[in-house]
């Protein structure tokens, strides 16, 4: 070795050989592939839109589209079929409401504990802890809905239908509560201290300053987080499937009502051979479900984006 | 309460109104009074779910733990329930969810790096930035639909038929959006002078991330990884609408032939055994059936946090 | 926290070795160390730097002041190209390495930061071995020599070596701020580069640090040509042969070469009022 020790400018050439081009080309490579791997999003949404459009077309060709969106009565696979679909709409909205109203203001007073009364360390096990409600599989608490809170609403509500829209949408609320209160939280907990210290300044109590001064500016942070909880409980699927039923009818919150959901996983147990116009309602109604969803997603990142420049 | 002390300025000394001290002490009692019940108010609402899964996780266990033995393990699925087991379930959903793992995790973290590490702030990164937001709130029903329109049935390439890598392709589009976001934000942790310190030696920009970069915000990726991975291991109703068979009799072979077979999986093994007609099968095979299924989600789980731990202790 | 994005089109660079060799080789007096003519930085539409020229002298230590905020170390980060990685980030101007200049057509940046090093305000260690920091920009450079005689010259040059040679496998993270400095120091020495940018390197550390670090560069400045930004007047009254003052004269005006000169002159008899009076202490 002749070189100098590390004398700039000096470099001994043979010591030091970079494949340049070498690297210049895995720099593109992985650029190149890293950004398809991206763009794949873009991919999968389009081929969302594509397939529920292609196979809700055909079904178009043979069931007016009127006689979809407004008809009383879903009866696919009779000999005299029919598709309204508003049975199947009413399911949904009855479930999804039912669930609203527990996982709204549970999930939302659950936020306000996390965010301004939760000491750190309690804090700090009860999130994941909360989060786990949200990671219990679907199908568990079907299972649970059914075989234990519907009998002991029967003891309340006598006549209750094994299978109805209360007991799942209950079920549904608390499954959703981890989502109300994990996003209503970081918006909460987002809300600068120096409003919170205005309030105590003037005298407010805790309370007061968490629901007069810190909720009202988390607002629409808090909106996102119950578009959301409402958007899940508009796609849920196995809880309905299993705990409400699955007769398409315009029923009371204690008997059995059939969702879109519940209705896709219904005709997709059984063998139903593509081409069939009980195959298109799969796509129909999916569609209808990814329009009303896609909605209220919009409707969320619309919110989060306002609560984001506020502040 | 510290607060409680401030309170002592407010209400009735607004200008003009005579200063009355008693009625002034009514006020400040009665609020506190609202105050401790809210306190308690929302003390409940946040530990109603802990309760509600404590009842729940109870109430399985007692119904499921006794039907859980050996036999139950190693048994295929039957009419008769004495016989029945979630054997080839059991096999169905780790194949699912290892197939799963090996298609979301390069695909994810590349492009979570792309974005992180790469992308410019145009239209395109903002579009595809919204698009993954959007995916990830998509009703997992609704990439079960997708699936069976375009890799089971077929929509411009002939279908493949409900065999397990179309089931796996579906599951992976649902989770790849989480394990994007997961990563991404692991990838933002990573302090921008490590960046810095690499480019400023003469390093390219992969070169920076996987050496560095990358390494720095595995563990953290990892999590978000394993909680997607179990959430798709639970998934029950993508699966069922792109054909997955709800009755196993039988078990995948564990070789490549699998891949183009028909398969079970462990939730809708248990959502077929809820819907049988014989009381047997609910009462008994399903919570036996979601026993074994949350053991398996907290094994998951649990190497996850094994895993995270050792790695972070190791830096 | 900043986010490094793209650096500008990637082009074709020939071999490096004649690059390397060509550092080395031209020993005019004109194209020696850096000449920087008509130098701006711009942040998106923000011009933070305008119009600078100075010629850094090789094998001198030339220092960098002036008050906070006047876009020193946004300039010293032109001197290698470091600045483009800030998102919106842009250079204009003809920045020359030994008659050769970095921002032409074609110039890579990624070999001009290997000719070019930096050593940044707050020590950035990455999170490997001891060995590792130093070894891996080697490394990622093609070195073929014998890589432990290199780690351990680096560290001896920057002072470092008797205190981690019994624990090369530990984590950078596990030494001290002043010795993650220097270790950051030998990290860049390991590449051997031709020139040494410190943007306030002592700037996070306590007094005994710095003066190690100052020990070390007195050694450095025998060897390559160094370039240092520093808030401390007295640092650079002790280290520098040269120095650089910048300032802003209006409020949202981008910063400027105010004076430079040997840094006996300017800090004796500087020929602006403004130089005397922050070099005496009046105000920054």
Redesign the interface.
Known sequence: ?SVQ?????????????????A??L???G??T???A??????L??F??V???I??TINFFRQVPIFDYLFGTTWRPGFARAEFGVLPLIYGTLLTTAIAAAVAL??????A???S???PTGLRRW?KP??E??A??????????A???LTPLLGNVFTGISTFNALSAGLIMG?MI??TV?SVSEDAIYAVPRGLREGG????????????RIVVPAALSGIAASFV?GI??A?????IV??AAGNLAQFGGPLESVQTM?AY??AV??GETA?GTITYQT??VV?AT??VM??IL??L??IFVRRFRETY | MSESQTEVATRGSGPGEPEDKTAFKNTSNNRNLTDKLFTVLVTAAAFFGIVVLAVLLVDVFRDGLPFVDGQFLTSLSSITPENAGVYGALVGSILLIVLTALITVPIGVGAAIYLEEYAGDNFFTRAVEVTISNLAAVPSIIYGILGLGLFVNGLIVPGMGPILLAGALTLSLLVLPVIIIATREALRAVPGSVREGGIALGATRWEVTRDHVLPSALPGALTGMILALSRALGETAPLIVVGAVTFATFAPPISPEALFGRYGALPIQIYDYIQRFRPEFKDELAPAGIVVMMVVLLLVNSVAIVLRNRWQARR | MVNIRRIGEEQRVRETSKDVAKGGAQQTPESNGMTVEDLSAFYGSFKAVTDVNMQIKRNKVTALIGPSGCGKSTYIRCLNRMHEVIPGAYAEGKVALDGQDIYAKGADPVNIRRRIGMVFQKPNPFSKSIYENVAWGAKINGYRGDMDELVERSLKQAALWDEVKDRLKESGYSLSGGQQQRLVIARTLAVEPEVILMDEPASALDPVSTQKIEDTMEDLKKKYTVVIVTHNMQQAARISDYTGFFYIENMGDPGRLWEFDETSKMFSNPDRKETEDYVTGRFG
Do not use: C
């Not at chain 1, 203001?105 to 659950?110: C, S």
């Open positions: 070795m020790a590390g004398r700039g400018g000096e470099r001994d050439p043979n010591l030091w050989r970079r494949n340049v081009r690297s210049k895995r720099e593109r992985v650029t592939l890293f950004a791997f991206a763009y794949l999003s873009i999968t949404t081929g969302i594509l397939v529920l292609f196979e203001p549970i999930g939302l007073l659950a306000i504990y996390l301004e009364y939760a009860l802890a909360l786990i409600l990671g219990v599989p679907t199908v568990v608490y079907g299972y649970f059914l075989t234990f608390v509560i981890p209160a105590y300044a003037l005298g407010a109590t805790k309370r007061e300053v968490a629901t959301l958007s899940r508009v796609g849920e699927t196995m499937a299993i959901t896709i996983v997709s147990t593509a799969i796509f999916g479900l990814f969803t896609l997603n919009i969320s990142i």
